[in-house]
C-alpha cells in the first residue's frame, strides 16, 4: 500500500527570464500557421535570457524569496539539478549558495540526469529530512533549454528556474511512498560536451517518453501505489504542454481506462498554464506544473496528485503527493504571474543575436551587457572565472 510522508514540499517558488518570444513571431519568420504552436504543441511563448542571464541567476532569483521567508537557519543542504551546467566540475549551487548569503555549514551538490535531475532531487532531500526531521533541504531546478536555430526543436525552448523548500510537516505537498521507477539506455536526446544546443531524435523522444510511462507506472503498481481512479490531478514533464495530454492518455490506455475527454483535460489543464508561455525549462518542468496546479485550483485540500518525471537517455519516475490542507495560505501566485508579466517581448531578429552569443572562452576578461532587470545577473568572466554580482 502507498504511504503519506511525513516530509514534502513546504514552499515552492519560480523566475523565469527577462525575454520572451512570442511564437506570433516565431511563425512569422517561419510562414508555418501559427496554429501548429498554439494547438499542434500546445506553446504559446518562450522565455528567452539575456545576455547577462544564465542558470545561476535563475536560480537564485527562484529560491531568494523562499530564504527570505523562512530564513536560511536549517537549511543545510543545496541540491542544484540541471542539464545546463556551466561547469564540469563546480556546483552551480555553490554560486547560488553565495549570492544568497548562506550559511557555510551547507553541503552543495549539482545533480544531472536530463529532464528527471530535479526529482532525483527531490528524493535526496527527502532521505535527508527522514534521517534527521530537523533539518531543511533546498532544491533548485534551473535550466535554460536550447536547440539549434530553425531546428524543429526551436519551438520548444524555454528557460526556467523552480526552488522548492523540503521539510518535515510540509505546508504544500506531502511525498508518498512507493516510487515507480524505469530507465533504459536510448538516444533520444542528448548534448554533447561540445556543442551548446541540444540534439533531439523527436519520434524516439516521444517514443521513449510513452514507454517510459508505462514502465514506471508497472512498477508504481507492483510496489504497492494507489489505483489510477485515486489521483485528482496530474504532473507531466512538459517538453510541450501537448506530450502531457498524449503521455496521459497513453498511461490510461495501458492501464486498461477509457480516455474520457473531460477527464482529461480535468487532470491536466490546470498543470499546463506556466510552461505553454515560458516553454521547456528542462529539470524545472514539471515542478513548474505542480506551480500552476496549487496556483490555479481551489478544491486540492487533502486530494492526491500523481508525478511523472521524464528524463532522457532515459531515466523516469512515478511517485504521489497529496496536497496539505490550507495550501492556499503559502503560495505565491501573484509573485508567479508577475514573473511571468514582466518578461520584455522581443521580434525574432533579436532573439537571434541572444541565441547565438555567449561569452568567450578564452580566459580573457570579458563584461557581459548589463541587459537583465531581475535581482542577480552575470557580471562576466575573467581568468576563466564566472563573476555574478546581486543587483
Same mark, same amino acid.
Given at each position: $500500500?502507498s ?5 514534502g514540499?513546504?514552499?515552492l ?44 541567476? =535563475? ?25 545546463s ?25 549539482? #545533480?544531472? /540526469? ?7 532531487? =527531490? ?41 522548492? #523548500? ?7 505537498v ?15 536526446? &542528448? ?11 523527436? /519520434? !524516439?523522444?516521444i *517514443? ?13 503498481? !507492483? ?17 510541450f504542454?501537448? $506530450? ?6 497513453? =498511461? ?16 491536466? !489543464?490546470?498543470t ?17 506544473? =505542480? ?5 490555479r ?6 486530494r ?5 518525471s ?17 495550501y492556499?495560505? %503559502? ?23 541572444? %541565441?547565438? &552569443?555567449? #561569452?568567450p ?7 557581459a551587457?548589463?541587459?537583465?532587470? *531581475? ?17
Open positions: $500500500m504511504s503519506s510522508s511525513t516530509a514540499i513546504h514552499d517558488s519560480f523566475a523565469t527570464t527577462e525575454f520572451v518570444l512570442p511564437h506570433t513571431a516565431l511563425a512569422e519568420h517561419n510562414g508555418t500557421p501559427v496554429g501548429k504552436y498554439h494547438v499542434g504543441i500546445g506553446q504559446r511563448s518562450m522565455s528567452v535570457p539575456a545576455a547577462d542571464e544564465d542558470i545561476v541567476t =535563475l536560480g537564485a532569483a527562484a529560491a531568494a524569496p523562499v530564504v527570505a521567508r523562512h530564513g536560511a537557519d536549517g537549511i543545510r543542504t543545496l541540491v542544484f539539478a540541471t542539464e551546467s556551466i561547469d564540469q566540475a563546480k556546483a552551480a549551487g555553490v554560486y547560488v549558495h553565495s549570492l544568497l548569503g548562506l550559511p557555510s555549514a551547507t553541503r552543495v551538490v549539482e #545533480l544531472k /540526469q536530463a529532464c528527471y535531475g530535479a526529482t532525483a532531487a =527531490l528524493q535526496f532531500a527527502l532521505g535527508l529530512i527522514h534521517r534527521d526531521p530537523a533539518q531543511k533541504v533546498l532544491v533548485v531546478a534551473s535550466d535554460v533549454s536550447r536547440y539549434d536555430l530553425d531546428s524543429p526543436g526551436e519551438a520548444t525552448q524555454g528557460a526556467a528556474a523552480v526552488a522548492m #523548500l523540503v521539510t518535515a510537516d510540509p505546508a504544500l506531502r511525498i508518498e511512498e512507493p516510487s515507480g521507477l524505469f530507465t533504459a539506455d536510448v538516444m533520444d536526446f &542528448w548534448r554533447p560536451n561540445y556543442r551548446d544546443a541540444a540534439l533531439v531524435d523527436g /519520434q !524516439e523522444s *517514443g521513449a517518453y510513452l514507454q517510459a510511462v508505462q514502465g514506471t507506472w508497472k512498477d508504481y503498481g !507492483e510496489q504497492g501505489g494507489r489505483p489510477l481512479e485515486a489521483f485528482d490531478a496530474f504532473c507531466y514533464h512538459q517538453p504542454t501537448r $506530450m502531457a495530454y498524449k503521455a496521459h492518455r497513453h =498511461l490510461l490506455n495501458s492501464a486498461g481506462y477509457d480516455t474520457d475527454e473531460a477527464a482529461v483535460r480535468r487532470a491536466l !489543464e490546470a499546463t498554464a506556466y510552461n505553454e508561455v515560458i516553454g521547456n525549462s528542462y529539470t524545472a518542468s514539471v515542478y513548474l506544473g =505542480l506551480a500552476a496546479l496549487l496556483d485550483r481551489e478544491d486540492l485540500d487533502g492526491a496528485v500523481g508525478f511523472l521524464y528524463g532522457s537517455g532515459s531515466v523516469a519516475e512515478f511517485f504521489a503527493g497529496t496536497v496539505v490542507p490550507g492556499r495560505a %503559502h503560495l505565491r501566485t501573484a509573485e508567479h504571474r508577475a514573473a511571468i508579466e514582466r518578461r520584455r517581448p522581443i521580434g525574432y531578429d533579436r532573439y537571434r543575436e541572444l %541565441h547565438r &552569443w555567449s #561569452l572562452t578564452d580566459g580573457g576578461d570579458h563584461p551587457p548589463e541587459q537583465t532587470t *531581475g535581482p542577480f545577473r552575470l557580471a562576466g568572466i575573467g581568468g576563466h572565472r564566472r563573476r555574478y554580482v546581486r543587483r
